[in-house]
Nanobody
Framework: QVQLVESGGGLVQPGGSLRLSCAAS????????MGWYRQAPGKQRELVAA??????NYADSVKGRFTISSDNAKNTVDLQMNNLNPEDTAVYYC???????????????????WGQGTQVTVSS
């Protein structure tokens, strides 16, 4: 059983900061890509930031404000969000792609794994 557990959401005023954390648990051998997506009410889920083999990818709307970091040894990924504005309000989901994990007798590949989501609200 593998899962992603997120923490760190909440309510913040415009211009404020929040840090989201995500940890993958289970008998994991490796993860190809870890990242964060978000979904605002009435909108499609969108990529916020992702990291793969040290390469970072950001949505244009968060460049210069958000920073993604990961620890491959611990299977964790964090998202530091600065200078938040109301348009950043959404449920943020941690995502892992290409998760290789072991069972009792063999290994498995999970293409897409999602966390439960954490609410980020930016409001005065």
């Amino acid at each position: 059983q593998v899962q992603l557990v997120e923490s760190g959401g909440g309510l913040v005023q415009p211009g404020g900061s929040l840090r989201l954390s995500c940890a993958a648990s289970g008998s994991i051998i490796g993860i190809a890509t870890m990242g964060w997506y978000r979904q605002a009410p009435g909108k499609q889920r969108e990529l916020v930031a992702a990291v793969r083999d040290g390469n970072l990818n950001y949505a244009d709307s968060v460049k210069g404000r958000f920073t993604i970091s990961s620890d491959n040894a611990k299977n964790t990924v964090d998202l530091q969000m600065n200078n938040l504005n109301p348009e950043d309000t959404a449920v943020y989901y941690c995502n892992a792609k290409g998760v290789v994990y072991t069972g009792t007798t063999k290994s498995f590949l999970l293409n897409d794994l999602w966390g439960q989501g954490t609410q980020v609200t930016v409001s005065s």
